[in-house]
């Protein structure tokens, strides 16, 4: 069984570490939020360093940082990025994630 409490698809990793690159910061990080239609949502922003209690999470040049108690509802979960003709954007596969709204970044649990 994988370790890892939150993993990176190669494509999100790579996505990470451009932007990253190009804004002078380190790291994405991932957070949860209350809100959104389905009870939480996910937001994205870029952190120049990570809190010390947060969990880093490195994979392919990039870097993820999460705070505690949002990887209490990311545990498991893996970030992609998807490039589609509608539009590129970051997902998350939560498998803590009882239902999602249908624009994707809000979700609730049981």
């Given at each position: 069984?994988?370790?890892t409490p939150f993993r990176l698809t190669d494509r999100a990793?790579?996505?990470i570490a451009e932007i990253a690159a190009s804004q002078d910061a380190a790291a994405l990080?991932?957070?949860?939020?209350?809100g959104g239609c389905s009870g939480f949502q996910y937001r994205f922003e870029l952190d120049r360093e990570a809190a010390p209690d947060d969990v880093v999470v490195e994979h392919?040049?990039?870097r993820v940082v999460i705070d505690p108690a949002s990887l209490d509802l990311l545990a498991g979960a893996e970030l992609d990025?998807?490039?589609e003709l509608m539009g590129s954007h970051f997902a998350v596969r939560n498998p803590n994630a009882?239902?999602?709204c249908?624009?994707?970044t809000?979700?609730?649990v049981d």
């Open positions: 069984m994988d370790s990793a790579a996505r990080r991932v957070a949860v939020l209350a392919g040049g990039a990025y998807t490039d009882s239902s999602s249908g624009c994707g809000s979700f609730s």
